[in-house]
């Protein structure tokens, strides 16, 4: 039987605000490992057993983040699934078992998240191959972590009968008080909620036709014409906006009959807070977490992530400091839910920090904001080898560039020339114009905007490579 991952790459992840952004979610970061994002890990850690390439469900918006990370480990050839909008699990899944069922199999799909943490891979694989046969026989299999404390922040499974590696599920529980998750802990009958399931696709797709057919019904429509665009696949946008938004537990596993859980106990977390990060951390003597240039002195249990500069911290207990080039959030542990909060708060004022680093990473490379005025703004903008920008104008900003480091070919209304280091070239609005790195080395130069709208919109694209238009 053919086993294929399917990876759910959507959310937002603002309670790790400042790092976790809309355009740059936990997911394609480095939480853990310097070398490896959380959706790399999660992948690679399927590797040593004997399944199917994974295909990954992702916001058009972080497409490019996805094949790019994707491509770093080895995986050129995966399908990334792209949402016109993100409308929870229940529909993503969907999406995936009916895109499977195209190529004429019904394979069993894992599916997982791609911002959780398992540190024991080999249990983790043990828990798969039980789950198998289960699955074969048409079960919908959910995998139930074994608790090691009272906690409030995850739903729970109570565990009903003993069938073969698992259990029937009894019933799915809300997020309980601490008095109530202290007795679900006592009575070991119940498990945390992982949001991990495995199934057949026509299984899932059964169930979806007989619980919540309305979004099988917009899912069916959304896919039955699909459009390839190298490793992304697209459905039909405007069916897909008319499915309802709703979670797997809530439209299927709750109703079913044939939900059953397979307890895994490999030292999982979701990393759905700075806290919890903090407790999955290897930590120092006096409890304390560091990462990038910081200084603690006389300090403990508090976790400390420098991002762009020195950050020191004295004389402090159980707090949360972190720092970007735009943003810094100082937290109580135990407070760190509220970081939800901060950001609903920059949303409602028009502010961009919630959305956005200060570096914005592009097809092409990144730009970073360094200054910005009332009518002016400047940025330096890396350039990868090979890499070009799209063919566009504007019409309320003129730019000047200057190359700081290696060759870029510029397209400037009529003509197209060569500048190397320390040269420039002015640029008027309303000029068609290109920006190409035709070098083997990263091409480096600073932009100045100036204008009276100096926003991201005013660009009006006329070719693109990476399919922007």
Request: glycine share 6%.
């Amino acid at each position: 039987m053919t086993i294929l991952p399917i990876i759910m790459a959507g959310g937002s992840g603002t309670r790790l605000w400042p790092l976790s952004r809309t355009q740059y979610p936990k997911q394609f970061l480095p939480l853990l490992n310097d070398q490896k994002t959380m959706l790399q890990l999660t992948i690679t850690r399927l590797q040593g057993s004997s399944i199917q390439e994974p295909m990954v469900i992702c916001s058009e918006d972080h497409r490019f983040l996805a094949a790019e990370q994707l491509r770093q480990i080895g995986y050129k050839n995966s399908n990334i699934v792209l949402e016109p909008e993100g409308k929870n699990t229940a529909p993503a899944i969907a999406l995936a078992a009916l895109i499977a069922a195209q190529d004429n199999n019904d394979p069993i799909l894992l599916v997982l998240s791609a911002d959780h943490l398992i540190k024991d891979t080999e249990i983790f694989h043990q828990s798969i191959q039980a789950a198998i046969p289960l699955a074969e026989q048409g079960k919908l299999v959910t995998f139930g972590i074994v608790p090691t404390h009272a906690e409030t922040g995850y739903g729970y499974i109570e565990q009903g009968q003993a069938i073969e590696s698992g259990f029937i599920v009894s019933r799915f529980v809300e997020k309980p008080n601490f008095e109530t998750a202290q007795q679900y802990l006592e009575s070991q009958k119940y498990l945390w909620n992982s949001g991990m399931f495995m199934f057949k696709a026509s299984r899932y797709l059964q169930e979806l036709e007989k619980f919540s057919p309305t979004i099988l019904q917009a899912c069916s429509k959304a896919t039955q014409n699909l459009s390839m665009d190298d490793v992304f696949v697209r459905v039909i946008t405007e069916e897909f906006l008319q499915c309802p938004s709703d979670s797997v537990d809530y439209a299927v596993m709750e109703k079913t009959q044939d939900a059953v859980v397979v307890p895994l106990n490999a030292q999982w977390s979701d990393i759905g807070s700075w806290s919890a990060l903090w407790d999955v951390s290897e930590q120092d003597r006096q409890g304390n977490v560091v990462h990038g240039d910081v200084l603690v002195e006389n300090s403990q249990n508090i976790l400390v992530h420098a991002n762009s500069r020195l950050v020191s911290v004295v004389g402090a207990e159980n707090l949360i400091v972190v720092e970007t080039k735009d943003a810094v959030l100082v937290v109580n542990k135990d407070h760190v839910q509220d970081v939800k909060k901060v950001v609903e708060h920059l949303k409602n004022n028009h502010r961009t920090e919630h959305f956005n680093h200060r570096e914005v990473l592009r097809p092409w490379g990144m730009y970073d904001s360094i200054d910005q005025g009332e009518r002016y703004q400047v940025k330096r903008i890396t350039v990868k080898p090979g890499a070009k920008l799209s063919v566009q104008m504007h019409y309320h900003r003129a730019e000047h560039w200057i190359v700081v480091s290696g060759t870029a070919r510029i397209t400037n209304g009529e003509k197209t020339f060569l500048l190397t280091e320390n040269q420039s070239t002015y640029i008027p609005s309303g000029e068609v114009h290109a920006l190409e790195n035709p070098g083997k080395i990263p091409l480096e130069l600073i932009e100045v905007q100036s204008g009276a709208y100096l926003g991201e919109d005013d660009i009006v694209r006329f070719e693109d490579k990476y399919g922007r238009i």
